[in-house]
């Protein structure tokens, strides 16, 4: 069955320091997903991407935040300088069709010191 | 999208039906019924969803009450690997890509 696929599973960063997390979602999907989930919280919606834009976004998605399809198969998360709290998993998702079904990841863990 | 409550959590015996209240007074005409489940911090999972008739696929069944307001899944036979946070989201089908709103969700443990 295919799947979204999320490099790196960990990432160690200072605090400051700009990340990005990438995503290889399922090839027929067109609309795309990050979530996050601090450890023992819920699963947060960051944003959502679709057509080259942002359809979407959350609070919790500010200017430090962005999101690019750099080419036909990559999706990523950017964020410029980390803070202790970003500290979470980051889960992407894709879905073919708009709030479809959507499948996640197994998402990557930042851990930012 | 309407607000959904679930019990905290549920305990159900290996090869029994597990079944999963979701209680979504609020639903409007043109939302759908979804589940999902995330196993210990894994990426959630699609289980199903429904507008009104009842749904089965190959990992469950959704029961929905003829007013909309509640739901069920059902697990026809739990596994271990079953064990996971089950949520229950309401939400409408719209043209554009908007946010899945996770709850709290239902803890369910498989007990051996």
């Known amino acids: 069955e295919p799947e979204v696929t999320q490099t790196p599973s960990h990432q160690v960063t200072q605090m400051g320091q700009e990340v990005i997390l990438r995503c290889v979602p399922i090839s027929n999907h067109l609309y795309f997903y990050w979530y996050r989930q601090i450890l023992g919280q819920k699963v947060e919606f960051l944003v959502s991407?679709?057509?080259?834009?942002?359809?979407?976004k959350s609070e919790i998605f500010d200017d430090q935040f962005s999101v690019e399809r750099p080419d036909g198969s990559n999706f990523t998360l950017k964020i410029r300088s980390t803070k202790l709290e970003d500290s979470a998993m980051y889960f992407c998702?894709?879905?073919?069709?708009?709030?479809?079904?959507?499948?996640f990841g197994s998402g990557t863990q930042l851990s930012v010191l | 999208d309407a607000k959904t409550t679930q019990p905290p959590s549920m305990d159900c015996a290996e090869g029994r039906a597990a079944n999963l209240p979701c209680n979504h007074s609020?639903?409007?005409?043109?939302?759908?019924v979804y589940w999902y489940r995330q196993i210990h911090s894994q990426g959630p999972q699609y289980i199903i969803h429904?507008?009104?008739n009842n749904e089965t696929n190959e990992m469950a069944s959704l029961i929905i009450t003829e007013d909309r307001k509640s739901s069920t899944l059902i697990l026809p036979h739990a596994t271990l690997r079953d064990t996971a946070v089950y949520y229950c989201?309401?939400?409408?089908?719209?043209?554009?890509?908007?946010?899945?709103?996770f709850g709290s969700g239902t803890q369910l443990t498989v007990l051996p």
């Open positions: 991407f679709y057509n080259n834009e942002i359809s979407e």
């Open positions: 609020t639903i409007s005409g043109n939302e759908y």
């Open positions: 429904g507008l009104k």
């Open positions: 998702a894709s879905s073919p069709r708009p709030n479809e079904k959507l499948f």
């Open positions: 989201i309401v939400r409408v089908l719209s043209g554009s890509a908007r946010q899945l709103t």
